[in-house]
Nanobody, 114 residues
Framework: QVQLVESGGGVVQPGGSLRLTCTAS????????MAWHRQAPGKEREWVGG???????AYADSVEGRFTISRDNAKNTVYLQMNSLEPEDTAVYYC????????WGQGTQVTVSS
């Protein structure tokens, strides 16, 4: 069983930045593939990007060049650095871990508004 806790959400103006953090409660964090998803009001949850065990990353077209995912295996933590935020990025952001089974965090709200 893996528990994931996200933090770092909040309200930011368009063009601003936020960094989300997801910390996992497992000694096997380095074996996990990690991803970020988001769900905007009235929309389905969508994949934002992911990072595999080797540190390779991939991103959705909508965030490519603006968002960066990184991980610190010593801290059991994955990060989502979000720059040049747009109102369309407003959503609840979820951390996901995958190693056989799939695990989800509780989500953190990001609101981009002037």
């Amino acid at each position: 069983q893996v528990q994931l806790v996200e933090s770092g959400g909040g309200v930011v103006q368009p063009g601003g930045s936020l960094r989300l953090t997801c910390t996992a409660s497992t000694s096997g964090f380095s074996r996990l593939a990690m991803a970020w998803h988001r769900q905007a009001p009235g929309k389905e949850r969508e994949w934002v990007g992911g990072i595999d065990r080797s540190g390779s990353t991939a991103y959705a077209d909508s965030v490519e060049g603006r968002f960066t995912i990184s991980r610190d295996n010593a801290k059991n933590t994955v990060y989502l650095q979000m720059n040049s935020l747009e109102p369309e990025d407003t959503a609840v952001y979820y951390c996901q871990a995958h190693y056989g089974a799939v695990y989800w965090g509780q989500g953190t709200q990001v609101t981009v508004s002037s």
